[in-house]
């Protein structure tokens, strides 16, 4: 993912060129001169000089432990450019954007930049990327370009400076019916398949919440006999997920399950008669 965001994050403005960072003393292992012949003399020279002490570790690959957090649009986004790239074009590039707080960088929207590249340099069309961005600031003012880390002498030469991040999957629970259906049409001979109805939704919803309840129940049964050994993680978190469910008996719970499916009915029935209603009215504009 480190390379996505070098190809996908240019700056709106221009950038000079990067300026070469000298390798961090952390970076270069310490190695021992040896003579061809033997091993090295016990007795360091008398002239020799310590060096600058070796900083800790960082606790993560992005200084402060942060990740990005990436959301499924953008993927999408991604392969959706380099589809309809042009003829003979090897890649695309574009521009990153979402928030940074003090614990992740979360890019939640991306658009792609024009750009020539030849053997020895990328021209990338810095006009279209900066009304771009002025575009997306009228829709999502909070989102922000993301990329680079600058380095460089504050006043002088400035550049930017690609780290290594880790990347997590998340998604908006909007997202997660996109993600469904992308997961469906790969076991889908045709590659393509509909939306389900809402009461359909409500079903696999159901089935998967049944499912689960029945891996934790054999579990359960198999900490109670032995077969498996008991995990005081898991048994908390069962116990703050079972203290989280309200106390209603069944009978309440059928009433309240019929009612709320009375109403998503009737919802349903009326949005399709709005539909037929609104079609009827344009076919008779249209005599």
């Avoid at 359909?200 to 689960?212: E, F, N």
Wanted: with cysteine.
């Amino acid at each position: 993912m480190a390379a996505v965001a070098q190809v996908s994050s240019p700056s709106p403005s221009p950038v000079p060129a990067p300026v070469p960072a000298a390798p961090s003393p952390a970076a270069v292992p310490p190695v021992a001169a040896t003579p061809a012949g033997g091993a090295a003399p016990p007795v360091p020279p008398p002239t020799a000089v310590p060096g600058p002490p070796v900083p800790a570790a960082l606790p993560g690959p992005f200084p402060g432990g942060r990740v990005v957090r990436l959301h499924p649009v953008i993927l999408a986004s991604i392969v959706d450019s380099f589809e309809r790239r042009n003829e003979g074009a090897a890649r695309v590039i574009g521009t990153l954007l979402g928030t940074v707080d003090k614990l992740s960088v979360e890019v939640t929207n991306c658009f792609s930049v024009p750009h020539n590249e030849s053997e020895d340099e990328v021209a990338v069309d810095m006009e279209f990327a900066k009304n771009m961005y002025e575009l997306h600031k009228k829709v999502s003012p909070s989102e922000i370009i993301l990329g680079c880390a600058p380095m460089g002498v504050p006043g002088k030469t400035m550049g930017v400076m690609f780290t290594p991040l880790t990347v997590k999957y998340v998604y908006y629970d909007t997202e997660r019916i996109g993600v469904d259906l992308i997961m469906k049409t790969c076991l889908s001979p045709s590659r393509v398949i509909g939306l389900s109805s809402d009461l359909q939704q409500v079903g696999a919803a159901s089935a998967r919440i049944q499912d689960t309840l029945s891996t934790v129940l054999q579990y359960a049964e198999d900490v109670l006999s032995g077969k498996v050994a008991a995990d005081n993680t898991v048994g908390r978190f069962l116990m703050d997920l079972i203290n989280q469910v309200p106390k209603i008996s069944p009978e309440d719970f059928e009433t309240m399950l019929n009612s709320n499916i009375n109403d998503l009915l009737m919802v349903t029935y009326l949005a399709n008669l709005t539909q037929s209603q609104i079609a009827l009215n344009e076919k008779l504009l249209s005599l």
